[in-house]
């Protein structure tokens, strides 16, 4: 299973100008897919995010607007998108200037793929 | 703020043949979607936009995008900080007429 | 132009790509032109997926992009993608005006599969 989501996941990165990482993890970090342009960005920061949007997470969804889905985060030079897909925490990292609803759309045509990761998280 | 481009948007939904229209910013994000367009197609809609932009890059008039699908059209139109898609969908008469 | 086919009337240039993208045929202005056969495979595999509830996944056939004094009609047929870069304009670049240019355009892509399917053949 696991090279075909690979191949699924590499041709949604190669669609998306601009579009550097698309990381799955589970909600403490722990990656379980991660593909990547050559043109890396820095890694060793990337285990301290996934924590942090998780309470990021938790707390706007107190705001009394119902469960927070989705925190766009824009920097300088990256852009970061993160979708709440609990138990998995979808990552996207991408250039400042990158297509953010290029990237939101990609969220319901990535569905399907999730599924199969879903139940070998929840199986674990 | 948004008021005269709301108008705009639904004088263009309102026209014949078309199903819905919406514009999208420099990030792809929806501002005003009117009729039946799904508002996450705005980040495609930019995608191709851009991309159509790379075929020549030293036009000073943006394009006009058309992709058809039997009787449906799709019609994207970026001026570089904007992009409208608009859904036409057309009806028995006016397919008789092509 | 002479030793060129002529796919359309006016038509600039022509290309013929493979479904992978190998540039089969060319001609005029679009003569071995790998950039804008790179940029058209891209826009393709864009146009695949709009809004599945619109237009269902790769049933686009055909796509105009129009330019103020010329346009690329491209199209599917066959596994082969036919882009040919026609003078004229269609509709003058305004986008409200489209349905009354599809019309015209429709004629113009009859004319490119027809002709273009009876070359190959």
Same mark, same amino acid.
């Given at each position: ?124 | 703020?948004?008021?005269? +481009? ?22 792809? +994000? ?7 367009? @799904? ?27 058309? +992709? ?10 970026? @001026? ?19 | ?121």
């Amino acid at each position: 299973m696991s090279d075909d989501i690979k191949k699924y996941f590499n041709g949604l990165l190669q669609k998306v100008s601009g579009l550097y990482v698309i990381q799955i993890t589970d909600r403490d970090g722990v990656p379980l897919l991660r593909v990547s342009q050559e043109k890396n960005i820095d890694f060793a920061l990337m285990p301290s995010f996934i924590p942090t949007f998780t309470t990021a997470c938790d707390q706007a969804s107190k705001l009394g607007l119902g469960r927070n889905k989705t925190i766009i985060s824009m920097y300088s030079n990256y852009q970061v998108v993160q979708m709440n897909k609990l138990p998995l925490i979808l990552t996207f990292v991408g250039a400042e200037n990158c297509n953010t609803g290029h990237i939101l759309a990609l969220e319901h045509q990535v569905d399907g793929y999730l599924e199969d990761i879903k139940l070998a998280v929840t199986e674990a | 703020m948004e008021t005269q +481009l709301e108008k705009v948007l639904m004088d263009t939904a309102a026209r014949p043949d078309t199903v819905g229209a919406l514009v999208a910013n420099r990030q792809g +994000l929806c501002l005003v979607a009117k009729g039946d367009i @799904d508002p996450n197609v705005s980040g495609i809609g930019m995608a191709i936009a851009q991309q159509v932009a790379k075929l020549e890059p030293n036009s000073t008039v943006p394009a006009t995008i058309c +992709l058809y699908s039997g009787n449906k059209r799709c019609v994207i139109k970026n @001026d570089g900080r904007i992009t409208a898609v608009i859904f036409k969908q057309l009806t028995a008469n006016s397919a008789t007429g092509n | 132009m002479d030793k060129e086919k002529s796919i359309v009337p006016n038509q600039i240039g022509y290309l013929v790509l493979k479904d992978d993208g190998a540039v089969l045929e060319s001609g005029g202005e679009l003569k071995n032109d790998e950039h804008s056969a790179n940029v058209i495979m891209g826009l393709l595999n864009l146009t695949e997926s709009i809004d599945e509830s619109f237009m269902p996944n790769s049933s686009c056939e055909r796509i105009t992009i129009d330019y103020e004094e010329y346009y690329y009609s491209i199209c599917m047929s066959n596994r082969r993608i036919y882009i040919v870069k026609i003078s004229g304009s269609q509709n003058g670049g305004n986008t409200t005006t489209a349905t009354a240019s599809s019309s015209s355009s429709n004629s113009v892509y009859n004319d490119a599969s027809d002709s273009a399917g009876a070359v190959l053949a």
